[in-house]
């Protein structure tokens, strides 16, 4: 069982979980399993079947994307993290603190 | 990585110090990784910060105090009773004044003897590469997507580094961009979240401490990288988490095929960056999102009062979240919350055959949810323009503004 690290943005999709135990022994396996579990994330991180290109997945500390991608191998104990792009909490423009991934 | 030498020694020979400032900067000065070498780099150097903010105010104030030679500053804003949580560079006798002003004061009472130069614009590609052409490390204290890429493309095509924060919430990062060296910004984030994807910004705001905590880091990373000790956050991205008081740390790597710090750039021109992100970049901006530019039907406060002073029956649909529904709320006019994540859900709770009155707190979530309503059929949706925070200015003072 893998841990995925879920940012602060997506956390009202998760029941406000800071992380989530998924199982799945590639990266694509383990966000199918987190999607399963939360069903309101799916959206947010994939397009179609494809993971969104501009979610970003780390694997430990490294960039997924210059690993296998979502072929990527996941080990017992590996930790995942979605890392969001954040850009302020200013609460005056509608859409301008709408941050994702 | 190790840092670079940035300030070159020969431009230290005509730098000195005063009795004054090396007393002043005595706790530098018996550090040998600071000594007099360092102060005077610290001296020799340039920051500009772009944003006297949040993130602005701590990096403005300690940067001064280190000794920083010319600190520049980039706002157009004015300060208001909402920013004073968190922009501890200015106080409550400050609101209503230029940011710009306001900060330039604290900034030379810590320490008269920096240079302060303030640009009283919004950063736009117009006038990007002329106002961060002069300096040696430009500094990322946005709150916009726009302007965070605006920025980035600004400091690849003028080889500058860009020490990047970023906060929400309780989250927090950290790194320094800089194309010479390692990674951009868009080599991590390509392209921006799609606006609209996440349909509210009722889960914004951000602890006032956190720009605090980041802010003091990124002025961490220009006096090392000025000063060329340390290990530099090129390559990096430190990850904070406030509310589980956790640090996480990933590498970032440099994308082979970014668009614009590539080998083959496909961007070498500054471009429209509202456009590009499909939000406005500030509260000044033209920029319409392509949602917003489709109008719905509006009522203004006094026009609400009067018709429901008539007698008229309407039904007032709170769409906040419940913890602004205990700051503020129209429950003595009979106003329903449902939250906007659950409107759709819960439509069955509303009479399409009365007048939907649809308020937020200033107007803009509750206008994204009388389009969704149109769609499910409701014709009789009306938003009430401004939201509870204008109601409370035009009709009810005994309501708080937020």
């Known amino acids: 069982m893998a841990t995925i690290r879920i940012p602060t943005p997506l956390r009202p999709y998760t029941g406000n979980q ?40 780390f694997l430990n500390e490294e960039d997924v994307r210059y690993l296998d991608g979502a072929a990527t191998a996941v080990a017992e104990n590996d930790t995942l993290m979605i890392i969001p792009s954040i850009a302020g909490g200013k609460l005056v423009l509608s859409l301008d603190c709408l941050v994702l991934l | 990585m ?45 920051v500009l910060l772009i944003g006297a903010g949040g993130l602005g105010s701590p990096l403005a104030m300690y940067l001064a105090a280190a000794g ?96 990047y924060g970023s906060i929400f919430r309780f989250e927090g990062q950290l790194s ?8 951009c910004y868009r080599c991590l984030f390509p392209e921006p979240p799609p606006p609209g994807l ?40 430190l990850l904070y988490d406030a509310l589980n008081m956790e640090f996480t740390e990933v590498r970032l790597q440099k994308n082979p095929n970014c668009p614009v710090c590539s080998d083959n750039p496909t961007l070498t021109e500054l471009i429209d960056y509202e456009q590009f992100c499909g939000v406005p970049a500030h509260d000044h901006s033209l920029y319409l999102t392509a949602e917003e530019g489709e109008a719905v039907p509006q009522i203004a406060p006094l026009e609400l009062k009067r018709r429901l002073d008539a007698g008229e029956e309407l039904f007032i649909l709170d769409v906040r979240e419940p913890h602004e529904w205990e700051i503020s709320n129209l429950n003595h006019l009979g106003a329903k919350l449902i939250p906007m994540g659950d409107v759709v859900a819960r439509m069955n709770e509303l009479d399409t055959a009365v007048t939907l009155i649809v308020q937020c707190r200033t107007g803009a979530r509750s206008a994204d949810i009388i389009r969704e309503l149109q769609k499910h059929g409701f014709k009789k949706a009306l938003n009430l323009d401004g939201g509870i925070n204008r109601w409370a200015s035009e009709v009810d003072p005994s309501l708080p503004i937020y």
């Open chain 1, 18 to 57: 800071n992380s989530v135990i998924v199982s799945g022994d590639s990266v694509s396996a383990a966000l199918a399993d987190l999607t399963g579990q939360y069903p309101d994330l799916r959206q947010h991180l994939f397009d179609g079947d494809k993971v969104r290109s501009f979610v970003n997945i």
């Open chain 2, 2 to 46: 190790t840092v670079k030498r940035l300030i070159h020694p020969d431009a230290l020979a005509d730098i000195s110090l005063s009795h004054e400032e090396v007393q002043r900067y005595s706790r530098h000065l018996i550090m040998p990784e600071v000594g007099m070498t360092g102060q005077k780099k610290l001296k020799a150097s340039s």
């Open chain 2, 68 to 163: 920083i030679g010319r600190i520049g500053l980039v706002d157009y804003d004015v300060v208001d009773y909402t920013n004073l949580q968190r922009q501890i560079i200015h106080g409550t006798k400050d609101v209503g004044r230029l940011k710009l002003q306001s900060a330039k004061e604290t900034m030379l009472d810590i320490n008269p003897h920096v240079q302060v130069d303030t640009y009283e614009v919004p950063l736009t590609s117009a006038n990007a590469l002329e106002i961060l052409a002069p300096y040696d490390v430009i500094i990322d204290g946005t709150d916009n997507f726009p302007t965070r890429y605006l920025t980035n493309d600004a400091c690849v095509l003028l080889g500058k580094p860009n020490v």
């Open chain 2, 176 to 183: 320094i961009f800089h194309a010479a060296e390692g990674p």
């Open chain 2, 198 to 237: 996440v349909p509210s910004c009722a889960e914004g705001g951000v602890l006032g401490i956190l720009p605090g905590t980041v802010g003091a880091m990124q002025a961490t990373e220009a006096i090392k990288y000025i000063l060329g000790i340390g290990e530099s956050m090129v390559g990096r991205l």
